[in-house]
């Protein structure tokens, strides 16, 4: 079987790494890969980006892929499995209509109100004076979001009522995420724990994946600015039994049951970034409609199951029949980003280091890295490595993870000292 993973992240390298595993796959064609897939097994990059939807669609016909899996957000929300099935190809995720729920903020805000799923308070707004009056009515802390994609860097929480309008003024009049942000979601700041909660979908039945907790923001504490993502780690300690049963009957099905009532099968990966109240009860931040990243990237580390056959049994609408299993060990994963990340930052810089890094318990997936003339490895985007390692608990997959970090060194490298920190000393309160 080929298989073409679309998109170059740190979740592709993932994802293409863990279907290269299947013995059912010869080749794993990347599109357009990084650094990090160019050198793995069974597996090679095509000059090919993720949104150029007729030359995927070309090479997937000349290649005769059997199964396409997309990564990224961007080509669901152009129709890139619509077009692919039209031509009878296998294309793993939601359709244009189903990956609203990631594209527009209000979509879904407007889709959980009519179902009854629970989520904070909002408002949508497209006029900056309307904006303002809602914000000084409800007071702060309250978030800003940009509707539209923003690569996970649109939301804003705001303390003061000044940063709040700022926020808007800088969406709604100066552009900041393009046309993303031609329209803001105001919504109520909720309290509590986040958490990540990513499915299988087949339209109908539901196959969860194993529970996870990323770090959004770019510094320790959970301080600075919303980035795509700075880490993660499975399992997540809230989300034991009882509440993984709540989440699944009261947000979940109740969403995939939904759209299905609206016309809309949604097949494909389903996450739910969610808030988790001090006294329990879940509440959507958040859906998108692809794996995260970083969370991908441990997931994908515990996964023991087959990741094609499962895959294959929700195109098929047998998802039912299937289960995933898991390795009981914890896996926990540290972003290193280039210095200035989420804002401005350079790109060149030569990564040395990585030689002496993986092991059977480390692995380290790419994200933004490319290889120069002279074959090293070079610095390409804002996230740069994912350095993910198993462990018994996550104390020990913590301490293997930073331990290959102090081999890895690039100018202006910038990660996170405290990833899973929360995790080893109880429930820390966030704010989104």
């Known amino acids: 079987m080929k298989v073409l993973i679309v998109g170059g992240g740190g979740r592709e390298h993932a994802l293409a790494w863990k279907v290269a595993e299947s013995l059912q796959v010869n080749e794993v064609f990347v599109a357009p890969g990084n650094a990090g897939t160019a050198n793995e097994p069974k597996v090679s990059n095509i000059n090919i980006g993720a949104e150029e939807i007729d030359a995927l669609l070309d090479f997937a016909l000349e290649e005769q892929i059997e199964l396409t899996v997309v990564g990224p957000e961007a080509p669901l929300t152009e129709g890139i499995v619509n077009r692919f099935q039209e031509q009878g190809l296998r294309c793993f995720g939601p359709s244009k209509e189903a990956a609203q729920l990631e594209g527009s903020k209000d979509f879904t805000k407007q889709f959980l109100v009519r ?57 709604l009049e100066h552009n900041r995420f393009g046309t993303a942000g031609n329209r803001v979601v105001i919504e109520q700041c909720l309290e509590g724990e986040e958490a990540s909660f990513i499915c299988i979908v087949d339209g109908e039945d539901v196959l969860p994946l194993a529970t996870s907790q990323d770090h959004k923001r770019a510094l320790d504490g959970d301080l600075g600015p919303n980035t795509g993502g700075m ?14 049963y709540t989440i699944m009957t009261r947000i979940i099905q109740p969403t995939v049951a939904g759209l299905l009532r609206e016309g809309i099968r949604y097949t494909g990966f389903l996450y739910a970034g969610l808030m988790i109240s001090p006294e ?40 039912g029949c299937v289960s995933a299993k898991w390795d009981s060990r914890a896996a926990l994963g540290v972003v290193i980003a280039s210095g200035g990340y989420p804002g401005s930052y350079r790109k060149g810089a030569i990564i040395s280091g990585l030689e002496g890094s993986g092991s059977d318990q480390v692995k380290v997936f790419h994200a933004g890295t490319a290889m120069n003339e002279a074959d090293e490895f070079t610095v390409s985007g ?45 429930t820390t309160t966030s704010t989104v």
């Open 231 to 244: 880490g993660a780690y499975s399992p997540a300690p809230i989300i034991d039994a009882k509440m993984e």
């Open 382 to 426: 804002g996230r740069v490595l994912c350095v993910t390692a198993l462990g018994e608990k996550i104390a020990a997959s913590r301490h293997a993870a930073y331990d290959s970090i102090k081999t890895i060194y690039f100018e202006d490298m910038h990660f996170r000292t405290d990833i899973g920190a929360r995790a080893l000393h109880g």
């Open 280 to 319: 329990g009860v879940p509440q959507v931040l958040e859906f998108n409609c692809r794996m995260g990243d970083p969370e991908t990237q441990p997931i994908m580390v515990r996964l023991k199951s087959d990741l094609v056959d499962l895959l294959s049994a929700a195109l098929n609408g047998n998802l």
């Open 115 to 171: 179902n009854q799923i629970p989520t904070a308070s909002y408002q949508t707004f497209e006029s900056i004076i309307e904006a303002n009056r809602y914000i000084e009515e409800v007071g702060a802390p309250i978030v800003v979001k940009a509707d539209g994609l923003a690569a996970g860097k649109g939301v804003i929480v705001a303390e003061s009522v000044e940063q709040a309008k700022q926020a808007v003024s800088d969406m």
